[in-house]
């Protein structure tokens, strides 16, 4: 599940930071365009990096029951072989923690860089945009706040078209910086995943920059979903903080 919501945060920011040409004005399709730039930067320089994180884990089973808590705080060296170091972790009751695995294959050679997806997808064709008609203050300054939404009978060639017909969010463009400083999602109705009988039932991602810096900065990020199947129903959310994105160190002290 944890590669989902790496895709689904990966086509949160193609849509978030498209600039939509022909519907917004070009000032606003401007700062679209270059936070779209500077997550794409990001990216790149993602396997050169390392952050702190603290996560909080709730899991429920098909009753609502909560199954169990974890709390960890952890090093993350994204695309590496040990991309997870635990510095601690504590478990209550039933839930699992992301893994310390080796990265896959699929994340080593996907090249697809943001705006590849945003054009293969008509992201600037298949969502309606709407732009506050005044800048709002958010934690990272005067932002631009722009809703979106999927636009009917729009054509679905594959897994990725037909989850973008599903969702609909706000992005928060910080005028100064053109930063991606905030955006939430959310799922509109249930999603067939490639599995047989698996539904997404319930998908929310709720970012927010706190604290810009070089690289990113201090951030936050809250993750909720619900996967159904014949079998089993899970629902888990995940609530991270980010901070002191850096360069990465030669050694790490594994414990």
Not at 150 to 155: D, F, G, R, T
């Amino acid at each position: 599940m944890r590669k989902g919501i790496s895709g689904a945060l990966v086509a949160a920011w193609s849509i978030c930071a498209s600039a939509a040409a022909g519907q917004l004005d070009p000032q606003t399709a401007a700062m679209l365009d270059r936070a779209l730039t500077q997550i794409q930067r990001f990216r790149d320089a993602a396997p050169t990096l390392q952050y702190d994180a603290a996560v909080h884990v709730t899991e429920w089973n098909g009753k609502g029951e909560v199954r169990g808590t974890a709390d960890a705080k952890m090093l993350v060296r994204p695309g590496d072989a040990k991309q997870v170091t635990y510095i601690s972790r504590e478990v209550h009751g039933r839930v699992k923690l992301p893994d310390d695995d080796s990265k896959s294959k699929e994340d080593e050679n996907d090249k697809t860089t943001l705006q590849d997806f945003a054009r293969d997808h008509r992201i600037n064709e298949r969502f309606d945009f709407h732009v506050s008609d005044a800048n709002e203050q958010i934690a990272a300054g005067a932002a631009r706040r722009i809703d979106f939404t999927p636009k009917s009978n729009q054509p679905e060639k594959n897994t990725a078209d037909r989850f973008l017909d599903s969702i609909s969010g706000t992005t928060w463009i910080t005028t100064e910086a053109n930063r991606l400083a905030k955006f939430e999602m959310h799922l509109r109705h249930p999603f067939q995943l490639f599995w047989i009988f698996a539904v997404l039932k319930e998908l929310s991602i709720q970012y927010e920059l706190l604290e810009p810096d070089q690289f990113l900065g201090h951030s936050r990020l809250k993750v909720t979903f619900c996967l159904a199947t014949p079998i089993y129903t899970i629902r888990q959310e995940h609530d991270a903080e980010l901070d002191h994105f850096r360069r990465r160190e030669t050694t790490v002290a594994l414990r």
